[in-house]
Structures are given as structure tokens and as C-alpha cells.
């Protein structure tokens, strides 16, 4: 959609949280004080008073953590909404292997990039519900005014005039008919799909913005395993063993199929079991995937390649939900057009029928 950035933005301001920008700013601030503690508490007391509420007082709740010393990571996990899943998981896996300033400059970059996703993509799922809604709410009342108010004078005209109305008139009365007589399991179950998709909205806008999550990502194994590549990229460039990182990445997992599947993954990498060849035969990896790693690990370039293929593959889900998004439209388009042309035609077919007979 040409104007779902408009309406991106606009889900960002009404939440009051455009946290992309100032999740990636605070990073820089973190990333910039690495090593020097007054250099980062200056710039965390700096950042708080520049942005507003909610986001400063969770910036100087940071602060007073960071003080009385506890690792970032820890201080982070107590602040809800403060910056993504992912990018705490990561932290930690920065501060366990010795390159915390390189993971925060990688993940403020990588939010960045994130927030310019929309506008690359054309739509998304957000946008793209809160415009069904719109539209639907709007079609429904010009259509229940149709209905109630012109409908009947229709049929009054007619009778009136001794003369049969049209049989897609007869059509569109009988599905009236219908709706009003049976309004408990036609209007009310409509009104229910539409505050479950603001609902829906909401919480995905909610989710998506705070925590970098989708609604039910946690049954999706295969959402998670860029996340967790690039995760393994650090351990291995630092020459960590992999175990660690798994935990970690565990940790911050919710209940669902997708942290069993990774429990597993760590429960046969724990036995011995070769990382990568298990990745593949649990379904985090696809064959041409894992042969990509083997690849990239026997020319001593594993970190490389585990980097590299995790951008690979948020790249083309990207580029698959965008192929869906623009064939979603025209396809909602045709329907909602095919509606109004059935309604439209009801609606003048009568007047020229009357026309015609009283000629």
C-alpha cells in the first residue's frame, strides 16, 4: 500500500513508542561509554533528559542499576519494553565473550534497519489491518443506511406502482431480510471478528515495536533461527564454544514449540553432537543451509558464514511477505470492488426498470 508507512508512523505515534530510533540511540549511547563507567552514566543522564516519558524514566531506572553494578545485561532484563529480546540475549553473549562495544554498534544498526523495513516494503500487517478495519466500518454503515432507510421505500414505490422489482434487487432484499432476522449470529459475530482484529493490532504493534516479536512467533522455530545465528556468529569469532550462547539464547525464549525445538538443540549439542548437522535434522536448517555452514566452517570462516546466512535468510522472508503484501491488496481491492458493484447495481437496476415500464 502506497500509504502504509503513513499509517506505520502513525501506529508509532498514537502508541507513543517509535522505538526502533530510540532503542538504536540508546545502544550508541551504551556502545559509546564502553569501558569509561562516568563516560556512560553522563551519556545515559544526557539521553533521559533529551527523550520524554515513558522512555526516560526506564533510561534512569538504567542509570541507577548501572550504578550500584550490575552488568548491563542483568540491568536490562529488569526494564520491560526497554530494548528488544534479541538485542538483550546478544548483550549478554557480547559481555560473556569480550565484545560488548561491537555487538551494541552491530544491534543499534541492525534496529535501524528495521525501522526503515516499511517504507521498503509497502505494507504491513499492522497497517494492513488497521485499513481493513477502516474500510470495512465505513462500507458497513453506507451500507446498513441502504438498508434500513431506502431499501423499504424502494419496495413501497414498487408495490405502489404494481410493478416486480429486479431479481438482483429481489437478492440483495433477501440477504437484508436475512441479516435482520438473524442478527445474533450475522451482525454480532462481525462486530466480535472486528475488535478481535483491533485487538490484534494493537498487540502485534505493541509487540513488534517493544520486544521485536511477532504474535505467536514462540510456535515458530524457524522465525528465531537468524537471531540465533547471528548470536553464534559472536561466540565463534571470539573462539567460544557454542553451549553458552545456546543457554542464553534459551533463556530469554517464552514457552512454545519453538523453545522445545531449540531446548533439543541444546540437549544433543550438550551430548556431542555436531552443532550444525543437529540444527539441520531438528528443521532449523535446510539442507542447502547447513551444506553453506560446513562450507564456510571447513575454510575457517564459520562466523562469516553464520552471519551471512542469517541475514540471508531475514532477507528473503522479507521479500516473501512482501511479494504476499502486494498481491493481498489488489486481491482485497476486487472483493471490496465487486461488493460495491453488486450494491450500486441493485440499487439503480429498480429505478431503470421502472423507467422502462412506464414508458
Same mark, same amino acid.
Given at each position: 500500500?502506497?500509504?502504509? /508507512?503513513?499509517?506505520?508512523?502513525?501506529?508509532?505515534?498514537?502508541?507513543?513508542?517509535?522505538?526502533?530510533?530510540?532503542?538504536?540511540?540508546?545502544?550508541?549511547?551504551?556502545?559509546?561509554?564502553?569501558?569509561?563507567?562516568?563516560?556512560?552514566?553522563?551519556? /545515559?543522564?544526557?539521553?533521559?533528559?533529551?527523550?520524554?516519558?515513558?522512555?526516560?524514566?526506564?533510561?534512569?531506572?538504567?542509570? =541507577?542499576?548501572?550504578?550500584?553494578?550490575?552488568?548491563?545485561?542483568?540491568?536490562?532484563?529488569? =526494564?520491560?519494553?526497554?530494548?528488544?529480546?534479541?538485542?538483550?540475549?546478544?548483550?549478554?553473549?557480547?559481555?560473556?565473550?569480550?565484545?560488548?562495544?561491537?555487538?551494541?554498534?552491530?544491534?543499534?544498526?541492525?534496529?535501524?534497519?528495521?525501522?526503515?523495513?516499511?517504507?521498503? /516494503?509497502?505494507?504491513?500487517?499492522?497497517?494492513?489491518?488497521?485499513?481493513?478495519?477502516?474500510?470495512?466500518?465505513?462500507?458497513?454503515?453506507?451500507?446498513?443506511?441502504?438498508? =434500513?432507510?431506502?431499501?423499504?421505500?424502494?419496495?413501497? /414505490?414498487?408495490?405502489?406502482?404494481?410493478?416486480?422489482?429486479?431479481?438482483?434487487?429481489?437478492?440483495?432484499?433477501?440477504?437484508?431480510?436475512?441479516?435482520?432476522?438473524?442478527?445474533?449470529?450475522?451482525?454480532?459475530?462481525?462486530?466480535?471478528?472486528?475488535?478481535?482484529?483491533?485487538?490484534?493490532?494493537?498487540?502485534?504493534?505493541?509487540?513488534?515495536?517493544?520486544?521485536?516479536? =511477532?504474535?505467536?512467533?514462540?510456535?515458530?522455530?524457524?522465525?528465531?533461527?537468524?537471531?540465533?545465528?547471528?548470536?553464534?556468529?559472536?561466540?565463534?569469532?571470539?573462539?567460544?564454544?557454542?553451549?553458552?550462547?545456546?543457554?542464553?539464547?534459551?533463556?530469554?525464549?517464552?514457552?512454545?514449540?519453538?523453545?522445545?525445538?531449540?531446548?533439543?538443540?541444546?540437549?544433543?549439542?550438550?551430548?556431542?553432537?555436531?552443532?550444525?548437522?543437529?540444527?539441520?535434522?531438528?528443521?532449523?536448517?535446510?539442507?542447502?543451509?547447513?551444506?553453506?555452514?560446513?562450507?564456510?566452517?571447513?575454510?575457517?570462516?564459520?562466523?562469516?558464514?553464520?552471519?551471512?546466512?542469517?541475514?540471508?535468510?531475514?532477507?528473503?522472508?522479507?521479500?516473501?511477505?512482501?511479494?504476499?503484501?502486494?498481491?493481498?491488496?489488489?486481491?482485497?481491492?476486487?472483493?471490496?470492488?465487486?461488493?460495491?458493484?453488486?450494491?450500486?447495481?441493485?440499487?439503480?437496476?429498480?429505478?431503470?426498470?421502472?423507467?422502462?415500464?412506464?414508458?
Amino acid at each position: 500500500m502506497s500509504t502504509s /508507512l503513513g499509517y506505520y508512523q502513525g501506529g508509532l505515534f498514537l502508541l507513543n513508542r517509535p522505538e526502533p530510533i530510540r532503542q538504536a540511540s540508546l545502544l550508541m549511547v551504551l556502545a559509546s561509554g564502553v569501558g569509561n563507567n562516568a563516560s556512560l552514566l553522563s551519556g /545515559l543522564r544526557a539521553h533521559a533528559t533529551e527523550t520524554g516519558a515513558p522512555w526516560s524514566p526506564r533510561v534512569h531506572l538504567l542509570r =541507577i542499576l548501572l550504578e550500584q553494578g550490575q552488568p548491563l545485561s542483568t540491568a536490562l532484563a529488569a =526494564i520491560s519494553e526497554l530494548v528488544p529480546e534479541s538485542t538483550r540475549t546478544a548483550i549478554r553473549v557480547g559481555e560473556d565473550t569480550g565484545t560488548l562495544r561491537d555487538v551494541l554498534l552491530d544491534e543499534a544498526r541492525r534496529l535501524t534497519q528495521l525501522s526503515d523495513r516499511p517504507a521498503q /516494503l509497502g505494507a504491513d500487517a499492522g497497517s494492513f489491518l488497521l485499513w481493513l478495519c477502516v474500510v470495512g466500518s465505513v462500507m458497513s454503515c453506507l451500507v446498513s443506511y441502504l438498508m =434500513i432507510y431506502i431499501i423499504p421505500k424502494f419496495k413501497r /414505490l414498487f408495490e405502489e406502482f404494481d410493478t416486480d422489482l429486479p431479481l438482483l434487487t429481489h437478492l440483495l432484499l433477501d440477504v437484508s431480510d436475512f441479516i435482520e432476522q438473524y442478527w445474533p449470529i450475522t451482525i454480532l459475530p462481525v462486530m466480535t471478528m472486528g475488535g478481535a482484529a483491533v485487538a490484534f493490532l494493537i498487540l502485534h504493534l505493541h509487540r513488534k515495536l517493544t520486544s521485536g516479536r =511477532i504474535v505467536y512467533s514462540e510456535h515458530w522455530p524457524r522465525f528465531w533461527v537468524p537471531d540465533l545465528l547471528r548470536l553464534l556468529s559472536i561466540s565463534s569469532a571470539s573462539g567460544h564454544p557454542a553451549g553458552p550462547t545456546l543457554q542464553s539464547f534459551l533463556n530469554d525464549m517464552r514457552p512454545g514449540r519453538a523453545s522445545r525445538a531449540f531446548q533439543k538443540l541444546a540437549d544433543r549439542t550438550g551430548q556431542g553432537q555436531d552443532l550444525l548437522q543437529t540444527m539441520l535434522q531438528i528443521g532449523l536448517l535446510k539442507p542447502r543451509e547447513e551444506a553453506f555452514l560446513q562450507a564456510a566452517s571447513r575454510s575457517g570462516h564459520l562466523d562469516w558464514g553464520l552471519r551471512h546466512l542469517g541475514q540471508t535468510i531475514e532477507r528473503r522472508r522479507f521479500r516473501w511477505w512482501n511479494r504476499l503484501a502486494h498481491c493481498a491488496e489488489p486481491t482485497l481491492m476486487l472483493l471490496l470492488g465487486l461488493c460495491v458493484l453488486f450494491v450500486t447495481t441493485a440499487f439503480f437496476l429498480p429505478v431503470i426498470k421502472l423507467i422502462h415500464d412506464l414508458s
